[in-house]
């Protein structure tokens, strides 16, 4: 599988965003799909998780509610929509698709097998 990334850019505080992250490869509906981001100098952390189905997600604390993650199978396309964004949040945001695995939370890194190249968010205060 590969990812390819996309819709990164400059906003200001408040401002909203989507991402986007199209897939090769037929099975795509088979893999959970999630979003990660990086900021500089600090580890990359979970963002949201999509089942393949897309009957199930799964968010970080920190951006419920503002954060909308959303899959469209016959695109092989994952979104991020992002609203309300915050300084803090500049980032290399990453998406990544995994495997199914019985018990898997799909939060953390090791838990994907195939990351896409990422998209730089900036936001601006």
């Known amino acids: 599988v590969q990812l390819q990334a996309s819709g990164g850019g400059l906003v200001q505080a408040g401002g909203s965003l989507r991402l986007s992250c199209a897939a090769s490869g037929r099975t795509f509906s088979s893999y959970y799909m999630g979003w990660f981001r990086q900021a500089s100098g600090k580890e990359r952390e979970f963002v949201a998780s999509i089942s393949g189905s897309g009957g199930s997600t799964s968010y970080a604390n920190s951006v419920k509610g503002r954060f909308t993650i959303s899959r469209d199978n016959a695109k092989n396309t994952v979104y991020l929509q992002m609203i309300s964004l915050k300084p803090e949040e500049t980032a290399v945001y990453y998406c990544?698709?995994?495997?199914?695995?019985?018990?898997?939370?799909?939060?953390?890194?090791?838990?994907?097998?195939?990351w896409g190249q990422g998209t730089q968010v900036t936001v601006s205060s």
């Open positions: 990544a698709a995994a495997r199914f695995r019985y018990g898997s939370t799909y939060s953390t890194e090791k838990q994907y097998d195939y």
